[in-house]
């Protein structure tokens, strides 16, 4: 049976579920969450997409990044991302924001954007990544500007957000600003 995700009307509101396949074609908005995956050194961790994936293969995204299933909570989706993809279990994630935008042509997301600090050894799923390096933000800031056709849409607007440039992102919630502070 295909994975179900909650259908969304245009401010946000669950209208409906669908399998993601359907909301991908007839570009129905659906939930995304994403988790930017730090050290004690305050460097994120960078991944690159598995090349089986069918979109943006060889790319690099943000650390997690997973579809909302139909029912869940962005923090469980955001969990279960953390396991699946890292092998990251019982990580403190604090929500940063909320956001709106056009991932590509026909794939609109409200997502949110969780930050963790996570000192375990991270054990990549082969299917979803190929392999994934901790980067300092100069890196990032470096490569996001010398090679910007190696980033998945999403994960160079997240990262412009992330490192105070102009982004597409449209915000739409904004967390407790007195939490930890990330750095640029």
Known sequence: MAEKVNVLDRRGRVSGSASRDEVHSNGLW??????LVFNQRNEVLLPVRSSKRPS????????VS????????????????????LGISGATLLPR???RMNYSPQDNHFSRIYTCTSSENVKIDK????????VDLATLK????QHPDKFASWATEIFKW??????????????????KRISA
């Open 30 to 35: 659906h939930r995304g969450v994403h988790v």
């Open 56 to 63: 943006f293969p060889g790319c690099y995204d943000v650390s």
């Open 127 to 134: 299917e979803e990544v190929e392999s994934a390096r901790f």
């Open 66 to 85: 997973e579809h909302v299933k139909a029912g869940e909570r962005y923090v469980e989706a955001a969990e279960r991302g953390l396991l699946e993809e």
């Open 97 to 99: 924001i909320e956001f």
């Open 142 to 145: 470096s490569l996001l500007s």
């Open 162 to 179: 992330l490192l105070k440039l102009p982004s597409k992102l449209e915000i739409t919630r904004d967390f407790d600003t007195t939490k």
